[in-house]
């Protein structure tokens, strides 16, 4: 463990701390605002300072490589979490991620995403083949699929995705052919080609109760979609909207605070942001995840060994991810998919979880210069 | 596998250009994933934000209306008759992109709703708006709204608004005066013309007055709602009030009806042979009707309250379609020949226009040959003075009457007493009957000549001079036309209300008042306004020329035909000094032939002889003699109204 020198304070990244910091307090404040049961705000606000700066701060004292070697039990705790979770776990909301252990509740995918990320860091770092061989990328797909498959079981379709995210990056900036990568964009590109082709000739009453159908088509086919599936995307759609350019203020937006929107503290909280503090607020918020992801992304460039930069990519693109779908889904581009928006959203795990990483990121920083 | 340990910067083996260049590819993404985002967020927060903004206020904003309460009606003597009784619909909102049909078993199950009925109407609210309300059941029982008002917190979606019934106190009593009320019909929306056009600010859902009293009065009678401006949340669940207009009550009414005449009036209709018939009472100095019965009838409430259950439903489907329409208000709906109680329209045209004189008014009564017709007359008092031939009702001498006036002085005479037009009675859908004229005869022929020989032109025929000849023959004015409208048959076709404005005008020397059911409305402050009390005007009255003389002569053929030894002894009410005349019309449409095609029967009457109270008109349909089936119901009505008025002790109903 590192010493808690003059020098710890003065190299630490202070200004990705307080964008952070900024973020949380939107959050705060617009939690506080549609209060869907009383103290929620305190309750996140504690979470933050009580337990978040601490985990956060302890992660930025450890030397990240002895996370990193410490990654299979971690790893391995966060795939009992998860098998727990699929036994034992209470379904909210359609999906079966919330784990009770007597006055512990969690969501355990949100830690395992931040530990698998770790595992796939510790096995590739040692891995000196370049580009990766085939052994080796099937080696880390199947230490990835172990928990994604899980998650996906849990029918938490967000989780899978944020799941993808990393395992992309990881395996690009990791050292995988360009081959790869081509057929990888090109499968992608033609995957939703089909998709969409499929689903533009589908005979959507054939499949009116399949939700998830019925969410992608509520935002790329809304004349095929059965109303009742349409009316979150409608309705975050319009709170955004009538936000206007400085918003309806604090409180005072009806879609929030009068129960349209739903899931309005969690999953939808962006939608309650734009209503009230309008265009100013939301574009405020967006730059500071455009900050607060591209400053991770020069961590991970200035990261003094392949380890670093592979666990800070990794959990760039994981909270891009998490950006780019929380917010997509309100705005209307993306289908609806529960996914907190980091930082801002309600809900222990996740902040707790984008804590304990945001640590890991600045200990790679601290450490980033050989000496 | 091993530790990995802390190094010295990457490993040669690691391109770092690479994977810089791979690091920039990801910062690039994340940047334009953002500016997409921000492109987004300034389409809708910056571009569309109106449009959006108006979409919000829709969502959390509804109108709801505060039903304003009907006015009262009351009787002349302030006896109630119709009131608007407080009730309640439990209505569904309907918005979360909940599915209709989940709520289902909740309503069935809970408020006592058909399943069959509900899913109907979940159907057919696919098609409405939907920030609209839903009636999910009308008519809610105390229990169902407290139901709904302990299950707010699970069930928000539900709740109870009130929704007034007009209620008919007494039932059938006088409905086809009184009328009905009910929902404005989309027709009376759209249609321009209508009273109760969107343009006058009816909306869908308005109770307004569909028949009778209701629907002519409608705008004093109906008030103005009020609304609420709430705010609700997403279950329709209402937070707070942004503002609110209070109802106008419409105003309570008295009307000339008197209840207790009414009831007499209502009981001798029921008695009617055929069940059909109509009885009217009305004061023959100002024209305030008592009275006004038709039958069948049918019973008000079956629209106001029950229309939208599966009874009421029933009930009035059956109103429909009842061969003998009861919601057909006879008193002013059915034109059909007078009979004898047409003569003394004859007589007086006769003795004004001097075909007979007060002092020499013999003619010769019996059966007459008319051409190829024989006129029978039931009477052969060879030449009675006109009162004996009023009393006695004597055919013969009105046959010949008629043939001396002529057509043309009998048509000037019709008009003098506005037969064949509207009283201008304050009840929707008056009829005007047909003038029993030879320019009406000559009208009606001409318009079937017309219409024959389009038919003939359209199939190829040709129409001959001779066809022409032939339809202007029958066109004609005959002997026989003139002969049989002297004694009220032939073309004549009157209503009741137009021989009850006669019968007043006969009883109070030729002044024609139009029979009217609008008594007052009471002054009453409204907004801190004082509105004044406001009284029936008679407009529509005029006067014809009847000489005291004539006017005497008359008043002694009638009196003689109750209370000497003419038609109608059957009506004499000892003390009241009745006047009256029979009428027994022959049916000229066979079209219900059978049993049924007896005469119709006839009688109007007033009373007293010299300072007349009340005057009548009674028709019994297909029942006889006038004298035997229709005089008999007015010495019931007249005895009992007479004992009241007098305060003479009440004998015990001697009903026929």
Known sequence: ?371 | MKAIQPQRGMDSFEDIRQTGLRLEALRVLAIVICLVLGIRLSWLQVLNHENYAVQAEQNRVRVLAIPAPRGKIFDRKGRLLVTSRGSWNIVLSREKGQRLEDKIDLIVENLGVDREWLTKRFEAARYEPKYEYIVVKELATPGDVAWVDAHRIEHPELMAMEAPQRVYVHGKLAAHALGYVGEVSKKELQDPNSPFSEARGFKLGDIIGKSGFERYYNDILMGKDGERRVVVDSRGQIKSELSRVEPIPGRDVYLTLDYDVQLAAEEQGDTMPTGRGALAFMDPNNGEIFAMVSRPAFDPNAFSQRAKTQEGREEITEYYQDEDKPLYNRVIQAAMAPGSTWKLFTTVAALNEGVITPENSRVQDGSIQLGSYFMTSMSHLGFPDVVTAIARSCDGYYYRLGLKMGGERFEKWVHIFRFGEKTGVDLPNERAGRPPTPSEKKQFWEAVARNMKKKREEAGQKWTERDAREYEFQSRWTDYDMAASAFGQGRNETTPIQLLRYVGALANGGHMVTPHLLLKVPAVERDGVMLPELRYEDRNKFTIPMSPEIHEIVKKGMWNAVNGDGTAGAARVEGFDVCGKTGTAQVASKARAGANTKDNAWFISFAPRDKPEICSVILTENAGFGGRNSAPRAKVIYEGYYRRTRNLPMEVATRQ
């Open chain 1, 1 to 371: 463990m590192g010493s808690f020198s003059r020098r710890f304070i003065t190299d630490f990244d202070w200004l990705l701390l307080g964008m952070v910091l900024l973020v949380c307090a939107l959050g705060v404040m617009q939690i506080s605002s549609v209060e869907p049961s009383p103290g929620m705000w305190r309750k996140q606000l504690m979470t933050v300072l009580v337990m978040g700066l601490p985990i956060l701060f302890v992660t930025t004292l450890i030397d990240y490589h002895k996370i990193v070697n410490a990654a299979p039990v971690l790893y391995g705790i966060g795939i009992i979490l998860l098998i727990a979770v699929l036994l034992f776990g209470r379904v909210v909301n359609g999906n079966k991620s919330w784990l009770y252990l007597g006055p512990l509740s969690g969501q355990p995918s949100e830690i395992a995403k931040i530990f698998t990320i770790l595992m796939l860091t510790r096995f590739l770092a040692d891995v000196r083949k370049r580009p990766l061989d085939v052994r080796t990328i099937i080696i880390a797909c199947g230490l990835w699929a172990v928990p994604a498959v899980l998650v996906f079981l849990e029918n938490d379709t967000g989780s899978t995705l944020s799941y993808m995210s990393f395992l992309a990056a990881l395996l690009l900036i990791g050292g995988i052919g360009w081959r790869w990568v081509a057929a990888g964009a090109v499968g992608l590109v033609l995957v939703v080609a089909l998709a969409g082709f499929w689903l533009s000739h589908l005979d959507s009453v054939k499949y009116k109760d399949n939700y998830k159908i019925q969410r992608i088509l509520a935002v790329y086919f809304p004349d095929k979609a059965q109303e009742r599936f349409s009316y979150q995307n409608k309705q975050a759609e319009i709170a955004v909207g009538s936000g206007g350019i400085v918003g309806k203020g604090l409180g005072k937006g009806s879609q929030g605070t009068l129960g349209f929107l739903p899931e309005v503290q969690t999953d939808f909280i962006f939608a309650a942001l734009g209503e009230e503090m309008g265009f100013l607020g939301t574009v405020f918020a967006l730059v500071l995840y455009a900050l607060i992801i591209t400053r991770l992304i020069g961590i991970a460039r200035s990261a003094r060994d392949r380890a670093g930069l592979l666990l800070v990519t990794g959990y760039a693109a994981l909270l891009l991810c998490h950006v780019a779908v929380s917010m997509g889904m309100v705005l209307r581009l993306l289908p609806i998919i529960g996914i907190p928006l980091p930082l801002m959203s309600y809900g222990g795990s996740s902040l707790l979880a984008t804590f304990f990483a945001l640590g890991l990121a600045l200990s790679v920083r601290q450490r980033r210069f050989v000496n």
